[in-house]
T-cell receptor, first 114, second 108 residues
């Protein structure tokens, strides 16, 4: 089992609030990722990091921001939540294992913005 | 065109059936290939890597055809617990590219 954690697991919040979704891994992986997934739909990469102080935007434009100050921690922040941000947010980490990068996912945060 | 395309689902099969999923990818430079499984409202989990020579893990067999840029997953003797969405994944630009998934529902 992968050691990657996300909190909170569920969050219901009002429009305009600032929120931070936490993601931590204890595997020492350099690479970390944030995906957004709506029910029954595909995963979309919104942010990734190849190490401390490295962050990049993913394939899907997102109003969220990320930081990577410590290897094990990759939080995602929304400055002003809107109903369009309602979705599931999945964090993942990876390390090369001889054949490409196997990504391990956290349990996800299900966000609802009212 | 999407970078990774999978059979549209859902696949509804009886227990014990053999089911095959297909996937095509557009980036000929992709080097690594995987199948992930995602249960309803859960996170994706690695099912198996896909090697050029083809590989098998119990009831699951994965095949890769680089010339045709095609990946397949075969599930034999399907179980109720195999019901899930199966994601075809390839590497591209240093990242993993996920297909939209094919839903499998195994019925008693």
């Amino acid at each position: 089992e992968a050691d990657i954690y996300q909190t909170p697991r569920y969050l219901v919040i009002g429009t305009g609030k600032k929120i931070t979704l936490e993601c931590s891994q204890t595997m020492g992986h350099d690479k970390m990722y944030w995906y957004q997934q709506d029910p029954g739909m595909e995963l979309h990469l919104i942010h990734y990091s190849y190490g401390v102080n490295s962050t990049e935007k993913g394939d899907l434009s997102s109003e969220s921001t990320v930081s990577r100050i410590r290897t094990e921690h990759f939080p995602l922040t929304l400055e002003s939540a809107r109903p369009s941000h309602t979705s599931q947010y999945l964090c993942a980490s990876s390390a090369r294992q001889g054949y490409g990068d196997t990504q391990y996912f956290g349990p996800g945060t299900r966000l609802t913005v009212l | 065109r999407k970078e990774v395309e999978q059979d549209p689902g859902p696949f509804n099969v009886p227990e014990g059936a053999t089911v095959a999923f297909n996937c095509t990818y557009s980036n000929s430079a992709s080097q690594s290939f995987f199948w992930y499984r995602q249960d309803c409202r859960k996170e994706p989990k690695l099912l198996m890597s896909v090697y050029s020579s083809g590989n098998e893990d119990g009831r699951f067999t994965a095949q890769l055809n680089r010339a045709s840029q095609y990946i397949s997953l075969l599930i034999r003797d399907s179980k109720l617990s195999d019901s899930a969405t199966y994601l075809c994944v390839v590497t591209g630009g240093g990242k993993l590219i996920f297909g939209q998934g094919t839903e499998l529902s195994v019925k008693p």
